[in-house]
C-alpha cells in the first residue's frame, strides 16, 4: 500500500539519523546512557550467571548501529514487523538516557526534554502499530489455526470414506462367506 512506502521511510529517519549520528560522536551520549547501563548491567549480574560488559561506550554504539540498521531495513520494507519491534526496544533506553527531565531543575530544558520524551513516546507508539501491521493479511496465528482446521477436516472426511469402503469390504466378504 502506497501510505505504507511512504510512513516507512519517514518513521524510520530519525532513527537513522540519530544512529549515524552517535555512531560519529559516540562519546557525547555517553554521559547521559551511563545510568541506565548501569542499572542495566547490575541487574544482569544478579541474574545471569556470567559478568555483563560495563563500557557504556560500547552499549552505546551498539545501539546505534542497532537503529542504522533495523531504520535503513525498515525504511526499505524489509522485515518490517521484527525491525519495527527491534527500533522499539531500542526506542525505551534511548528515550530514558537521553531525556531524564526529572532530573532538570531548569524549567527550560526541562521542557525541552519533556518534549524530546513525548516525541519519543509518539514513536515508540507508532513503531507499536508497524510491529503488528499484517499488511492485510492474516496473522501466522490465524493461518496456523486455520491449517490445522483444514488438516483435521481432510482427516475426517479421508476417515470417512476408508470406514465405508472397510465396512462395504466385510458386507461382501460375508456375503461371499456365506455362498
Known amino acids: 500500500m502506497l501510505v505504507r512506502r ?3 521511510p519517514l518513521l524510520a529517519a530519525p532513527f537513522v539519523y540519530g ?15 551511563r545510568p541506565v547501563v548501569e542499572k542495566i548491567t547490575e541487574t544482569a ?4 550467571p556470567v559478568q555483563v560488559p560495563k563500557d557504556v561506550e560500547q552499549y552505546v554504539k551498539a545501539n546505534a548501529a542497532l537503529q ?4 535503513a531495513l525498515f525504511a526499505l520494507g524489509r522485515l518490517p514487523r521484527l525491525t519495527a519491534l527491534l527500533l ?11 531525556h531524564r527531565f526529572w532530573e532538570e531543575s531548569d524549567p527550560k530544558v526541562s521542557f525541552e526534554k519533556i518534549a524530546h520524551f513525548v516525541k519519543n513516546l509518539g514513536l515508540l507508539g507508532g513503531l ?9 493479511k492474516p496473522s501466522v496465528g490465524y493461518r496456523a489455526r486455520r491449517a490445522a482446521h483444514n488438516a483435521a477436516e481432510s ?8 470406514q465405508k469402503r472397510a465396512a462395504k469390504a466385510q ?5 461371499k462367506a456365506k455362498s
Request: no cysteine; charged share 25%; hydrophobic share 40%.
Open 128 to 136: 507499536l502499530l508497524a510491529a503488528v501491521d499484517t499488511e492485510g
Open 68 to 71: 542504522v540498521g533495523a531504520g
Open 155 to 162: 482427516t475426517e472426511k479421508t476417515f470417512a470414506k476408508a
Open 171 to 175: 458386507k461382501k466378504a460375508a456375503k
Open 6 to 8: 511512504i510512513a516507512r
Open 19 to 33: 544512529g549515524i549520528s552517535t555512531l560519529r560522536k559516540p562519546q557525547d551520549r555517553v554521559p547521559g546512557a
Open 88 to 98: 522499539a526496544g531500542s526506542t525505551v533506553p534511548t528515550t530514558l538516557a537521553g
Open 45 to 48: 549480574d544478579k541474574q545471569l
